[in-house]
């Protein structure tokens, strides 16, 4: 959002460089995220919210006083206006309080009760400016160690005059290809207003309904620009259809049935492929769904028709699996496997190019179609890098991204859902929490191994210098040095011995062959990993896994880890190991996992939770907030929704 306007006067004020805003104008759209009501205030402490801080009138009846029990604090005798005294505890900058706190001091602060035995301690968290006495006050989300709350609404409010023009012009800019503001406004819900009422009514509101309505629409407007980024971004495609019609004999031919949702999924494959609009379908499914033959069905169908595609998988193991299959499905056909491994002489002519990331480093013919299977193992970068104005583009998952999921939801991808399963299976997920629920753990799992059961047990990191970011919410705490493969190894092999192997990003891939195979046969039992099992490793007599710190994972992770068991249908198991005891939403969010194996629920949950990245179509930003023309507000799911009937109509109108 940086201007070519900035100057480095304004970004010597401070840091409001960190937040995003670099120019004077762009404190118009660095919006509040609350309101406080100071238009009154408390005048009997016992009144104030053990909730919510409330505004009230003190007067310190003692001088202040440091004290460590039960921990650090400032405390002091203080009084309301019914003459009713209490003590007071200060948070915040102690030694700030210290300074300015004065015996007979008479302040406004932020302040809210708690109760103990009947006796009530006010607790105060900060002193309120004079110049917000009486007013609606905005509070803006700051960065921790960075500008106090005070600095940060006194520098945005100082150079809010002088922005709101600027800010208008520019967002009228962004607005132009949806049509005049006015009738923009009217369409958010905001008749007869103008750009600037609804900047000062964020910022300085007369009533809190003019609060909400002004972020809400602001909120909408913003959404709406999003949406034109989003579907218009890109340059302009080129016709490349194809009918498919060879598919079916082939099937035939490989003695391959369909289920009815594969049968669907062609469908709308060879719907999509004949439009003269390239392809955008995503195709969502489990492990044991039938994802790969779909993969084939496009790929062989387009060769047929004397084009090319490029399949692109996550690993080289998967992608030699599939070479495998391909050719048994089809020997007729000309193929080549491009991996790291692969030399100079490989065949890049043919028309199904099968591989790995080593795809995208090399020099390729006209590629018609692009197939990426995991899609949510590549960037959005790797995934289009071979996409051309021509190129169609099918991605499977089995938990697309949050961006993807967005560009799914307003209508740039077409879905194809793969429920079905040629082995059905049920797996129940357990939650153990803290010391109890380790040894409820630990005892199940002896009596399983006891019985000839196998387990697979994943770890966030390989050890403490893996700097390799975790894709959870809780991804950037603290690591357990006993939440690390290093760290927990031994203590398997204690229990355990030559029953225990393990498998990080670190081995070879000959050496995790080697351990696959042993644990397939059952000369290990139990394999302690981490994520490198997420994607591609087949271990089909499979039936437990332990998955450690599931906090520092998204909810796809996690899908994607359960999806490891009963591959050959049956039962299946998956424990999530918590050390302690969880926050409220960490605890919904595992509740939530716990309660459902549906992919498409555990997608839209993890959109809703994570955000949809940036919808721009030169973005690599997959999941977290959406900034479009706003800074730090981040659209949601819902909002863009919201907007998409407005702007479809005023779209559909201007053609």
């Given at each position: 959002?940086?201007?070519?306007?900035?100057?480095?006067?304004?970004?010597?004020?401070?840091?409001?460089?960190?937040?995003?805003?670099?120019?004077?104008?762009?404190?118009?759209?660095?919006?509040?995220?609350?309101?406080?009501?100071?238009?009154?205030?408390?005048?009997?402490?016992?009144?104030?919210?053990t909730?919510a801080?409330?505004?009230i009138?003190?007067?310190?009846?003692?001088?202040?006083?440091?004290?460590?029990?039960?921990f650090?604090?400032?405390?002091?005798?203080?009084?309301?206006?019914?003459?009713?005294?209490?003590?007071?505890?200060?948070?915040?900058?102690?030694?700030?309080?210290?300074?300015?706190?004065?015996?007979?001091?008479?302040?406004?602060?932020?302040?809210?009760?708690?109760?103990?035995?009947?006796?009530?301690?006010?607790?105060?968290?900060?002193?309120?400016?004079?110049?917000?006495?009486?007013?609606?006050?905005?509070?803006?989300?700051?960065?921790?160690?960075?500008?106090?709350?005070?600095?940060?609404?006194?520098?945005?409010?100082?150079?809010?005059?002088?922005?709101?023009?600027d800010?208008?012009?520019?967002?009228?800019?962004?607005?132009?290809?949806?049509g005049?503001?006015?009738?923009?406004?009217?369409?958010?819900?905001?008749?007869?207003?103008?750009?600037?009422?609804?900047?000062?009514q964020?910022?300085?509101?007369?009533?809190?309904?003019?609060?909400?309505?002004?972020?809400?629409?602001?909120?909408?407007?913003?959404?709406?620009?999003?949406?034109?980024?989003?579907?218009?971004?890109?340059?302009?495609?080129?016709?490349?259809?194809?009918?498919?019609?060879?598919?079916?004999?082939r099937?035939?031919?490989?003695?391959?049935?369909?289920?009815?949702?594969?049968?669907?999924?062609?469908?709308?494959?060879?719907?999509a492929?004949a439009r003269?609009?390239?392809?955008?379908?995503?195709?969502?499914?489990?492990?044991?769904?039938?994802?790969?033959?779909c993969?084939?069905?496009?790929?062989?169908?387009?060769?047929?028709?004397?084009?090319?595609?490029?399949c692109?998988f996550?690993?080289?193991?998967?992608?030699?699996?599939?070479?495998?299959?391909?050719?048994?499905?089809?020997?007729?056909?000309?193929?080549?496997?491009?991996?790291?491994?692969?030399?100079?002489?490989?065949?890049?002519?043919?028309?199904?190019?099968?591989?790995?990331?080593?795809?995208?480093?090399?020099?390729?013919?006209?590629?018609?179609?692009?197939?990426?299977?995991e899609?949510?193992?590549?960037?959005r970068?790797?995934?289009?890098?071979?996409?051309?104005?021509?190129?169609?583009l099918?991605?499977?998952?089995?938990?697309?991204?949050?961006?993807?999921?967005?560009?799914?939801?307003?209508?740039?991808?077409?879905?194809?859902?793969?429920?079905?399963?040629?082995?059905?299976?049920?797996?129940?997920?357990h939650?153990?929490?803290?010391?109890?629920?380790?040894?409820?753990?630990f005892?199940?799992?002896?009596?399983?191994?006891?019985?000839?059961?196998?387990v697979?047990?994943?770890?966030?990191?390989?050890?403490?210098?893996?700097?390799?970011?975790?894709?959870?919410?809780?991804?950037?705490?603290?690591?357990?040095?006993?939440?690390?493969?290093?760290g927990?190894?031994?203590?398997?092999?204690?229990?355990?011995?030559?029953?225990?192997?393990?498998?990080?990003?670190?081995?070879?891939?000959?050496?995790?062959?080697?351990?696959?195979d042993?644990?397939?046969?059952g000369?290990?039992?139990?394999?302690?990993?981490?994520?490198?099992?997420?994607?591609?490793?087949?271990?089909?007599?499979?039936?437990?896994?332990?998955?450690?710190?599931?906090?520092?994972?998204?909810?796809?992770?996690?899908?994607?880890?359960?999806?490891?068991?009963?591959?050959?249908?049956?039962?299946?198991?998956?424990?999530?190991?918590?050390?302690?005891?969880?926050?409220?939403?960490?605890?919904?969010?595992?509740?939530?996992?716990?309660?459902?194996?549906?992919?498409?629920?555990?997608?839209?949950?993890?959109?809703?939770?994570?955000?949809?990245?940036?919808l721009?179509?030169?973005?690599?930003?997959?999941?977290?907030?959406?900034?479009?023309?706003l800074?730090?507000?981040?659209?949601?799911m819902?909002?863009?929704s919201?907007?998409?009937?407005?702007?479809?109509?005023?779209?559909?109108?201007?053609?």
């Amino acid at each position: 959002m940086a201007s070519s306007k900035s100057n480095n006067v304004f970004l010597r004020v401070g840091q409001l460089a960190t937040l995003g805003v670099e120019d004077r104008w762009q404190t118009a759209i660095y919006l509040p995220e609350s309101i406080d009501d100071l238009r009154t205030q408390h005048s009997s402490a016992p009144a104030l919210s053990t909730e919510a801080f409330e505004p009230i009138v003190l007067r310190l009846v003692s001088a202040p006083t440091v004290t460590n029990r039960p921990f650090l604090m400032v405390k002091a005798t203080v009084e309301d206006r019914e003459r009713g005294q209490y003590q007071a505890r200060f948070s915040g900058d102690l030694q700030a309080w210290m300074d300015s706190l004065k015996q007979g001091l008479v302040i406004c602060a932020m302040a809210k009760a708690r109760w103990w035995n009947e006796t009530l301690t006010v607790l105060v968290k900060e002193r309120i400016e004079k110049e917000w006495y009486g007013k609606l006050r905005p509070n803006y989300k700051g960065r921790p160690k960075g500008l106090t709350g005070s600095d940060l609404r006194r520098l945005i409010q100082q150079y809010l005059e002088e922005g709101i023009p600027d800010a208008c012009e520019r967002l009228v800019e962004h607005l132009a290809p949806l049509g005049k503001i006015d009738e923009l406004l009217e369409e958010v819900g905001c008749p007869g207003w103008n750009l600037r009422t609804l900047f000062l009514q964020a910022h300085r509101p007369h009533t809190p309904e003019y609060w909400e309505h002004s972020i809400s629409a602001l909120t909408r407007l913003d959404a709406l620009a999003g949406l034109h980024r989003a579907k218009a971004g890109g340059p302009k495609p080129i016709s490349n259809p194809f009918h498919i019609s060879t598919v079916e004999k082939r099937l035939r031919s490989a003695g391959i049935s369909l289920t009815d949702d594969q049968t669907n999924a062609l469908a709308v494959y060879r719907a999509a492929l004949a439009r003269k609009r390239p392809a955008r379908v995503m195709s969502l499914g489990d492990v044991g769904t039938g994802k790969s033959l779909c993969i084939y069905m496009v790929a062989a169908g387009i060769a047929d028709q004397g084009g090319r595609s490029m399949c692109l998988f996550p690993n080289s193991q998967l992608a030699v699996q599939m070479m495998e299959d391909f050719k048994h499905w089809a020997p007729d056909l000309e193929m080549s496997l491009v991996t790291s491994d692969s030399d100079a002489s490989v065949n890049l002519e043919a028309p199904i190019l099968i591989g790995t990331t080593a795809l995208l480093t090399r020099k390729l013919p006209k590629v018609d179609a692009v197939l990426v299977d995991e899609q949510h193992r590549f960037s959005r970068e790797q995934r289009e890098k071979k996409v051309g104005r021509h190129t169609h583009l099918f991605e499977f998952t089995a938990t697309c991204i949050p961006r993807t999921e967005a560009l799914v939801r307003i209508g740039l991808y077409e879905t194809v859902e793969l429920r079905q399963t040629f082995a059905p299976k049920t797996i129940y997920t357990h939650l153990h929490i803290g010391r109890e629920g380790r040894r409820d753990l630990f005892n199940m799992l002896l009596d399983d191994l006891k019985n000839g059961g196998r387990v697979l047990v994943v770890y966030p990191r390989k050890n403490l210098n893996d700097v390799e970011a975790v894709e959870g919410m809780e991804s950037r705490m603290e690591t357990n040095p006993m939440h690390t493969v290093e760290g927990a190894l031994p203590g398997w092999q204690a229990k355990f011995g030559d029953q225990v192997a393990s498998i990080t990003s670190d081995n070879t891939t000959e050496e995790k062959v080697a351990t696959l195979d042993a644990f397939a046969d059952g000369r290990i039992n139990v394999l302690v990993t981490t994520t490198v099992v997420e994607v591609g490793l087949n271990l089909p007599g499979l039936y437990r896994i332990v998955i450690v710190d599931p906090t520092r994972y998204g909810l796809a992770t996690l899908h994607q880890l359960r999806g490891r068991v009963a591959r050959k249908g049956g039962e299946g198991h998956c424990e999530l190991l918590c050390d302690d005891k969880l926050k409220a939403e960490q605890q919904d969010r595992l509740d939530f996992f716990c309660a459902t194996t549906d992919g498409f629920k555990i997608a839209a949950r993890d959109l809703e939770l994570r955000g949809a990245g940036d919808l721009g179509s030169g973005s690599d930003r997959q999941s977290g907030a959406d900034f479009v023309f706003l800074i730090g507000r981040k659209l949601s799911m819902a909002d863009f929704s919201l907007v998409l009937p407005i702007y479809t109509r005023r779209m559909d109108e201007a053609a």
